[in-house]
Structure formats: C-alpha cells, structure tokens
C-alpha cells in the first residue's frame, strides 16, 4: 500500500534562517506530489505542485522554492524565513491523471519566531 | 476564478442530531468535488469524490450529495468521535490543483 512521510512534525526557527521539508512516498511510481500551507482560519493554499521530477510549478510568489530531486522526493526550502512563513505545511501525492483526491501527510508546524 | 465556500463555519451538535454541512462552489468545468476530514494537527483525511449531479456516497454516518452549485455532507446521528474539521475542495477539468473550501468545525458533545 501506499504511504505518505513527513518530516518534522514541528519546527521552531528564527526569522532570516534556512529552511528545509521533506516528503516522501512509497509504494507507487510517477506521484503528482503538492506542498499545500494551512494557514490558521484560512484554507489550505496551493504552494508547489510536481508532475515529475524535476518538473515544479509554483502558484504562489513568495521566498519558498520546491524541488524534486528524485521521483518519489519533494522538497520545500527557503533561504531566509519571514514570520508570514509560520503555518501547517502538508505535503500530499496523487496518482498519474489525478482525479481520485489527495492524500495528505502527516504535516509540519513551522512557528518562525 | 475558481472558489469553494463552506457553512456553517462552526457547528455544535448534541449526540445523535443530525445535521448538514454545505459546500458552495463555482469551477470552470467540474472533475471532482472532495470531502475530508481534518482532526488538530493532523493531515487531512479523504472522505469522499463526487464526480456528477445526483451522485452520492455513504461511509458509515457520513453521506456526500452533489448538485451542479453545492455539495452537502449529512451527518447522522453523530457521535462524539465524528468532532472535526471538514474540508470540501473542487477539481477543475484540466488542472491539477485542489481548490479548499475554510472548513466547517463540528463539535459533537456527548
């Protein structure tokens, strides 16, 4: 079957610092993979999204920037955090075509104080 | 532009009374309309698809409709661990992004 990982589960950095998500799928090939962040009485907004590797497509400007440096791989980064960074970042996958809804990973809390 | 509107925002029921949570939504060209459950601070959790109007679908308490303007969840005779936040989200026909509704937070007291 297949399943979903997302590491950390909660991170507190200062502002001006570095930052680094990761997601990971196992148990299929050729994900779509999506960062999504929940901001708190807001719904989820659409970050980065990836059809391939290598392949990513951004829907909001901001100093965040995705990469997916191998098939089953997503990577959400910044260079420097502002505190409009703080939120629920999920990382979700679905199959080849889409169609069939998300599956959603477990999260990360990000407070940038 | 595409957009999902849920209501009511909070819902607080007693044990057993049922009631309905609405997903107002406008896409250009429906693929799917989703139904997930949300608990604090975690992933959301896919309920239901509905692909057409008409079509419905049922998991355990929980049933999903579909009209060509709104979706509704009805939730039967609801127990305590049905308290949660629920998230509706469309496809549009040709793209690969979900769009979210805000959610409806439902709180069951026993």
């Known amino acids: 079957s297949q399943t979903i990982h997302q590491w950390p589960a909660t991170l507190v950095q200062p502002v001006g610092s570095p930052l680094s998500l990761e997601c990971t799928v196992e148990g299929t090939s050729n994900p ?3 960062w999504y962040r929940q ?10 999204y990836s059809v391939g590797i290598g392949q990513i497509s951004s829907e909001v400007p901001q100093n965040l920037s995705a990469s997916r440096p191998q098939d089953r791989q997503f ?6 955090l502002l505190l409009s960074d703080s ?21 990360t809390r990000l407070t940038v104080v | ?11 607080r029921l ?15 060209g429906l693929r799917g309309l989703f139904w997930y459950r949300q608990d604090p601070g ?3 959790e896919f309920l239901f698809t509905l692909y057409s109007a008409g079509e419905e679908k049922e998991k355990e308490r929980l049933k999903a409709t579909l009209t060509k303007k709104e979706s509704f969840l009805h939730i039967t005779a609801p127990k305590p661990e049905d308290s ?27």
Do not use: H, M
């Open chain 1, 32 to 34: 779509n993979l999506y």
């Open chain 2, 14 to 28: 007693q044990e057993g009374e049922s009631s309905s949570l609405n997903c107002s939504y406008t896409v250009s």
């Open chain 1, 87 to 107: 939120g629920f970042y999920l990382c979700a996958w679905t199959s080849r075509g889409g169609g069939y809804g998300y599956t959603f990973g477990s999260g």
């Open chain 2, 42 to 44: 975690k992933g959301p």
């Open chain 2, 84 to 110: 949660a936040t629920y998230l509706c989200a469309v496809q549009a026909r040709g793209f690969q992004k979900l769009v979210f509704g805000t959610g409806t937070r439902l709180l069951v007291s026993p």
């Open chain 2, 1 to 11: 532009e595409d957009q999902v509107t849920q209501s009511p925002e909070a819902l």
């Open chain 1, 39 to 48: 901001a708190a009485g807001r719904g989820l907004q659409l970050l980065f």
């Open chain 1, 75 to 80: 990577i959400l980064s910044s260079k420097k």
